[in-house]
């Protein structure tokens, strides 16, 4: 099967219309209260993983609905105005969230930089999903 457009297409499109946030940029973030981490990774990547501290987990498959206030899935804390920073494992799955948040209209949303794994890799603070407040 020839598909239209593949994924990596699809995914330098996204990074092409998004702002990516640096690791650098993204540790200053980490205990500005303005500020919140988004993990739309699978709930067995985050046990099997760890993740940020104080990230929030919305699943990648529920993310449209939480953002929604016209949707009976709503979470108040995408609108309140703060800066979101979404991230996956790899920055694929984060890419094409953050341009979809951006065609909703929600402002300030952008993604980590090479997701958590590069994160983890850089060595910055990661918890366990257990211990996550």
């Avoid at 690791?23 to 699978?42: M, P």
């Avoid at 105005?81 to 920055?91: H, I």
């Avoid at 953050?98 to 997701?115: A, I, K």
Wanted: glycine share 8%.
């Amino acid at each position: 099967m020839k598909l239209k457009i593949g994924y990596k297409e699809l995914i330098a499109h996204a990074m092409a219309q998004i702002e990516t946030v640096s690791l650098e940029k993204a540790q200053d973030l980490l205990g500005d209260g303005e500020t919140v981490f988004i993990d739309i990774r699978d709930v067995r990547e985050l046990e099997r993983e760890g993740m940020i501290p104080n990230a929030m987990h919305a699943p990648r498959g529920m993310l449209e609905f939480w953002v929604d206030p016209d949707s009976p899935y709503y979470k108040p804390i995408f609108g309140e105005g703060r800066r979101l920073v979404l991230y996956c494992a790899s920055a694929w799955r984060s890419a094409l969230a953050t341009e979809t948040l951006q065609r909703m209209g929600v402002p300030n949303v952008s993604h980590l930089e090479g997701g958590f794994s590069a994160w983890k890799k850089a060595q910055l603070p990661t918890v366990d999903k257990a211990s996550k407040p």
